[in-house]
């Protein structure tokens, strides 16, 4: 990408299990393998993109409560991770009090944005936020200081339902805190070919969203579950299958919609 790009993207749906942290983590690294420089802010209290990073506890000494407060730049706070280019600000349980801890000042949904305005941010080509499973503080947060959207929608029945939240979500956010929020895409997680409810769920989405919908389908794939055991992202774990590879694919989708965007 062109040098001096940096993107800010918030991979959010208010529901837990759809595939959030498991996109932030291989889109960060199939990103990262393409040659781009990619921070990914774990905002989720669970740490799992840090967990499935390799990023132990201990190791966790500055983290993305010290950036919401304040305390701690981007660069002091970024761990360099087992893939080239790809690093992280960790998340620790610290998390679940700053809803509380900023709750009475008139900024704190700017905290995240104040963070990554600053200069040492524009290091990193692509921001990856992985947000919590629900509309707090933190996911508005995200919302605030991104420049688009990535929305993981698992395959199946109430897929449809939860997405219109969403959307609606994202268009109080441009009426209130971030009107530039752009959709960057829709990405289809947890196929089933065999399952006729999967598919119906991929026509339906594409009935309703059309182009913002990634033509790339991440399949339900046991390596791809696997791989965090391992603190491993799949596309170390297990390069080869077919969830790793359309994470490779659902990377080249994103980039040339980046590209598309700064051509227009
Ligand atoms: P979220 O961050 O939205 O809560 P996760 O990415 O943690 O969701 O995924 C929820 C669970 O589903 C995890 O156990 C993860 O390993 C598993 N999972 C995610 N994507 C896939 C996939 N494509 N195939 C199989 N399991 C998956
Ligand atoms: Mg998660």
């Known amino acids: 990408m062109s040098a001096g790009h940096n993107r800010i993207i918030t991979i959010a749906n208010q529901k837990g299990g759809v595939g959030k942290t498991t996109t932030a983590i291989n889109l960060a690294t199939a ?13 989720d209290p669970q740490g799992n993109a840090s967990t499935g990073l390799g990023i132990g506890r201990r190791d966790r000494k500055l983290s993305s409560y010290d950036l919401l407060l304040g305390e701690s730049s981007v660069v002091e706070a970024a ?25 009475q000042q008139s900024d704190r949904v700017f905290k995240l944005r104040r963070a990554l305005t600053e200069a040492s941010a524009g290091a990193f080509s692509y921001i990856l936020l992985d947000c919590p499973p629900s509309f707090n503080l933190l996911t508005m947060n995200a919302m605030a200081a991104a420049h688009s959207i990535l929305v993981p929608l698992q395959c199946e029945f109430f897929a449809l339902e939860g997405l219109s939240q969403l959307l609606e979500t994202v268009e109080q956010v441009r009426r209130s805190v971030n009107p530039a929020l752009d959709i960057q895409g829709i990405v289809l997680t947890m196929f089933d070919a065999r399952n006729n409810l999967s598919q119906q769920v991929v ?7 059309g182009d913002k919908v990634y ?40 980039i040339q919609r980046e590209r598309r965007r700064l051509a227009a």
């Not at 990103?31 to 905002?43: F, K, M, P, S, T």
């Not at 761990?79 to 709750?103: F, Q, R």
């Not at 026509?203 to 969203?209: E, G, K, P, S």
């Open 31 to 43: 990103l990262a393998a393409i040659g781009e420089r990619v921070l990914i802010i774990d905002l």
């Open 79 to 103: 761990l360099e991770t087992a893939v080239p280019n790809l690093y992280i600000v960790p998340s620790t349980m610290d998390l679940l009090g700053v809803e509380m801890e900023i709750a």
């Open 203 to 209: 026509n339906d989405v594409r009935t309703h969203l």
């Open 215 to 254: 033509h790339t389908l991440i399949p339900r794939n046991v390596r791809v579950s696997e791989a965090p055991s391992y603190g491993k992202p799949a596309i170390l774990y297990d390069l080869k299958c077919a969830g790793s590879q359309a994470y490779l694919q659902l990377a080249s989708e994103v």
